[in-house]
């Protein structure tokens, strides 16, 4: 299946390493296809037309460009309910998938 990562974090000042290690470790392991990337930074709190990264995101899964959305965290998506619950519906009308990644992976 065609995945793509979504990748978040708030501050500059926080590190992507755990997400991008546990992100790539589960798509590597499943032998997944990557098909493009989404990352960056800002805020949880702020509105999902706000995000640049996820607004791209939304438009390239309703032109079905990929199969499976991979997140560190349901968090990673939005700190209200309300646009987590919002994007995953929006995600699945389009048969896209949501996959969280499995964050201790030991080889």
Not at 10 to 34: F, G, R
Request: net charge positive; charged share 25%; glycine share 2%.
């Amino acid at each position: 299946m065609r995945t793509v990562p979504y990748k978040r974090i708030s501050t500059a000042y926080q590190d992507i390493e755990n997400q991008n290690n546990s992100i790539d470790k589960q798509i590597e392991l499943l032998n997944w296809t990557l098909v493009s990337e989404y990352a960056e930074v800002i805020s949880g709190t702020k509105p999902r037309d706000t995000r640049p990264q996820l607004r791209q995101l939304l438009t390239d899964a309703r032109k079905r460009k990929f199969d499976r959305v991979v997140v560190y965290e349901l968090l990673r998506l939005g700190r209200s309910i309300v646009d987590v619950i919002n994007t995953i519906y929006e995600l699945d009308q389009v048969g896209v998938h949501i996959f969280i990644a499995i964050s201790n992976i030991f080889l």
